[in-house]
C-alpha cells in the first residue's frame, strides 16, 4: 500500500518523460536528413516511432499505477462517470484539427481550378472512378460506423467480448481501406499520372495523400488500443481511448466523403472566386 | 529507528528534472526561459539591421545578409517568442486556477516544449552553418521558390516554422482539454478567471488556424524538392493561395500574441488598482468578439493584390468592427481604474504600459483597414510602426508583466521592485523612440526590409537605432534582476502581493462583485 501511495506522488506530480524529447530530436533529424541525405531519410524516421513506442509504455505504466490509486481512495471499483475522461475532449480536439485539414485542401484544389463548375480535370484519373473508389468509400463509412459501435460498447461494458469484435471490425475494414488506397497510387503513378510539374495534379495528390497519411495514423492507433484489449490490458469500464480513436475514424470518414465528392465525383463546386 | 529507505532522502534537482518532466509548471518555466531567449536572439539581429540603417547606404553589411537578418528576426520574434510564450504562462497557472495538479497531457505538454526548442534550433543551426532564410518571416512566393532561392535556409525555415507550429497546435488541444474537462464541477465557464478563459479562446484560435499554415508550409516544402507545382508562378491564383492560407493563420497568430496579454493585464487590473473589476463579462464579451471576428480579417494584408474588390471591402469591415470589441476590452480596464486606489507595482505599471501602447497600435491599424489608405501605406514603416506597437506592446509587455506578476507563484521568489521600475521605464522610452518615428518613415514613402534609403530619412532612422539600443539595455537589466534574484532572493509565498480573495489567475467574476467570493478548490 505505502509504494503505490508513493508512486502515486511520483506519478501525478512528477515523473521523469524521455519519449517527447526522442519525438522531436527524430523530427529536427528527419528535417534536417530529408533535405541533405533524402535517402536515409527513414533513420530519424525511427527515431520518432522509437519515441512514441517510449511514450506509449510510460503512459501505459502511469495508467496502470493511477487507476490503482483511484480504486484506493475510492474504496470500490469505479463507475464510469467517475473515471476521469479528458481523454474525450482530447480526441475531440485532434478530430476537429483533422476537419480544418481538408478544408484547406479544398481550397488547395480550388486554387488550381478544379471546383469551378466545369473545370478541366487532369487526364488519366478515370482510375479512380468506378468500383475502385465505391468500395473504398464503402470500406471507409463500414469502419467508422465499427468504431462508434465500439465506443457504445466500450461505455456499457467496458471489458467485453463485443468491444474486441467491434473494433477488430473496424481495423480489419480499415486495413483494407489503406490497401486500396495504396493500389490506387501504384495504378496512377504506373499511368504515368504524378504531379511533378502540374498544379492540377498537385493538388489532387494533396487531397488524397492527406487523407491516407490520417488513415494509416488512425489504423495505427486502432491496432494498438484493439492490441490492448485483446491482451487485457484495459481496465474495466475504461471507454476513454476507444473514443479517442472513434473520433478519429469518424472524422476520417467525414473528410473521405468531401474527398469523394470532389476528387472522385468531381460534384463538390465552389460558384464564386475571390482570388 | 529513522527510515534508511532512500526515497525518504530529498534528491538534488538535476536539470533534466526541468527538461524531462511530467510537472507542468517546470515544463513552463523552461518555456518561459526557452521563448525569452529566442526574443534575444530576435533582438540581436535588429540591433544588427539596425546598426545597417543608423546611415543610408552600406554600412556594416550588404543587403544579402540584410535580408537574411530581417527573416530570421521577424521568424524569432513572431514564431518563436510572441505565438507561444503564453503558453508557457499558462502551463503554470492554468492548472493552479481549475485547482488541479497538472495539465490534461503533461507528455503533450513537454513534447510542445520540445517542438519549440528544435525547431528554434533549426534555425539557429542553419544561421551557423550559412544556411539562413531570406524571404522575410512571411516567406511569399515565388520568392521562396528553388529556382529563386536556393540552398537549405528556406527548407530549415519551412522545417522551424512547422514544428513550432505543430507544437502550438498540439498545446492547443491539450489545454482545451484541461480547461473543458478539468476544472472543478462548481466553475462554471462564467465563474473561471479572465486568464484561463484567455487561454481557451487562444486555444480555439489555433486548433482552427495552424492546420492552413502547416499545409501552407508541407506544400511549399514539397515543391522546393519534390518538383510538385502546389505554387505555379505561372498562375496568379496559385502564387495568392501561399498568401491566402498563410495569413489565415497569421492574422488569428496576432490575436494569439494578444488575447493572453488581455487576460493578463485584467488580472494585474484586479489586484492593483484597490477596486473591483468593472465588469467580468464585458471582458470576456469582448475578447469572445476578438476571437470570432479574427477569422474574417485575413485578406486586409492582401489588399494590394489582385483579390476580389468584394473581399477587400469584407475585410476592411471586419477590420472595423474587430476594433470595436477590443476598444470594450480596453475601455472596461479604464472603467476599472477610476477612482482607484492604484498601487503602482511594476507589474501594474508594464499593464498600465500596455493598455497605452495597445491604444496607439490599435489606433494606427485602423488606419491601414481602410482600403485605399491601406495602397498608400502597405508595406512601409507605417505597417512595421503599427505591428510594433501592437506586438511589442501588448506581447512583449504583458510577458514582462505577467513575470513579474507570477514569479513568486512559480520560483517562490520575488524580483527587485526598483531595478523592475527601472526596467519598465527605460523599456517604455525606448520602445517610444524605436517605433514612433517609424510612422513619419511610413508617411514619407520609406518601404520596410530595404537596406538603403534616401538620406533625407536619416534623423528618424537614427533615432529609431537609438531606440533600439535603449531596449537592449532595458532587457540587460532585466536579466540581471533576474539572476540576482535567482541567486540571492529569498524565498516568499503566494500572497506577497498582498492578501487576496482570488485565485492566483486573478480576475474571476467575484473581482466584479463587491462581495468576496470562495477560492477555487486547490488554489
Redesign the interface.
Known sequence: MASIH?QAEEV??????????V???G??LF??V???WPRWSWLPILVVLAGLAL?AR??IARRVVVRRIEEVHAGHELAPWEV???W???GA??A??QL??YL??L??LH???LLEAGAAWPEGLGILRGLHGISMTVLMLASAAAAAWAVRDARSDGRGARVRIAMGIALALGLAFLALSALQFVRLAGAGVV?????RL??V??ALGLHAFFATAGVAALAFVFARHLAGHVPPQRAGPVAVVAAWWITLSVGWILVYLTVYLHALVFPF??? | MPSRDRRDVPRREAIADWLFTTNSTRTGVVWLAATFLFFVFGGYYALQMRGELIAPGETIMGPDRYAQLFSLHGTFMAFFFAVPVFFGFASIVVPRALGVTNVAFPRLNSLDLWLILVGALTLEVGYFLGQRPEAGWTSYVPLSLEPYLQGLGEDWWVWGIFMETFGTLLASINFIATILHKRPPTMLLRRMPIFVWSMLLTSILVIVAAPFLLTALSLLFLDRNFGTAFYDPTSLRAVLMWQDLFWFYSHPATYVMLLPAFGIVSAILARFSGRPLFSYGLIVLGSVGVTLFSFFLWWHHMFTTTIDMRAQAFASFNTMAVSVFSGIVVFTWLASLWRGRIRFTTPMLFALGIILMFTVGGANGVFMGYVPLDWYLHDTYWLVAHFHYIIFGSTVLGTLAAIYYWFPLALHRQLDERLGKWHFWLTIVGMNLAFFPMHFLGMDGMRRRVWDYDPSLTGWNVVITVGAFVIAAATLLFLANIALTLWRGQHVGDEVWGPTTIGPAGATPADAEPEASERPEGA
Not at chain 1, 504531379?195 to 498544379?199: F, I, R, T, Y
Request: charge should be negative.
Open positions: 508513493i501525478e506530480k512528477d515523473a521523469r518523460t524521455f519519449a517527447p524529447a519525438v522531436a530530436v523530427l529536427v528535417s534536417v530529408v533535405t541533405v511514450w510510460e503512459s476521469p475522461t479528458v474525450w475532449f482530447g480536439g485532434f476537429f484539427a480544418v485539414f484547406v485542401a481550397r488547395v486554387a488550381h481550378g504531379p511533378a510539374g502540374d498544379g498537385s493538388a495528390y494533396w472566386e475571390i482570388v
